[in-house]
């Protein structure tokens, strides 16, 4: 799971739709994404941050925890 990517979606009130519509996946592969059962590539990475979180450390956005 990505926990820092989850408290600043929660914080600027993005959704997964939102991420969704950003790297171009459906609603269902994003929530999986952002839950860690998929991995993002470091495109759709990127794109995010550069979207959402352009003031965040891109390791500590997607850093993985468990």
Known sequence: ?????????KKS??????????I???LESARQKVNGKR??????MFK??????SE???RYLFEKKN
Do not use: P, W
């Not at 799971?1 to 979606?9: K, R, T, V």
């Open 1 to 9: 799971m990505y926990g820092n990517l989850l408290i600043e979606m």
């Open 39 to 44: 991995e993002f590539t470091s495109d759709e």
């Open 56 to 58: 965040i450390d891109l």
């Open 13 to 22: 009130n993005i959704h997964n739709r939102d991420i969704a519509k950003c």
């Open 48 to 53: 995010i941050q550069d979207a959402f979180f």
């Open 24 to 26: 171009g996946v459906c």
